[in-house]
């Protein structure tokens, strides 16, 4: 909704103005479908621990340091990315449903 001064503007220049303005809509989710992946990982891998052990896994690739098979040492690692990715994805859904009912209720709007 957009609230406009009454300076004598004609209610035909509302109409344009309104189309040149985005929805009044709530959206508090941090991805979509086609962004979660990379932006979830991106997140991950902000974290200090996440990038130790995929340093780890990095070190492990090469044959002079190897101390465990790569798998074993890959296993924290997806282990703790999965989880956090589950976790984030049924989070931003309660988001994205709670959004979808604030959205679709109905409002009244006060006009003199």
Request: aromatic share 18%.
């Amino acid at each position: 909704r957009i609230v406009l001064p009454d300076n004598g503007r004609q209610w035909k220049d509302w109409k344009q103005d309104s189309t040149f303005y985005s929805r009044n809509r709530i959206q508090t989710t941090k991805y979509t479908w086609f962004t979660f992946l990379p932006q979830n990982l991106l997140r991950q891998f902000h974290r200090l621990g996440n990038l130790y052990f995929f340093f780890l896994v990095v070190l492990n690739w090469f044959p002079q340091v190897e101390v465990f098979h790569r798998e074993i040492t890959m296993l924290p690692l997806v282990v703790v990315l999965l989880a956090s990715m589950i976790k984030d994805a049924i989070e931003d859904y309660r988001k994205y449903q709670y959004d979808k009912t604030i959205n679709l209720t109905k409002t009244r709007v006060y006009d003199k």
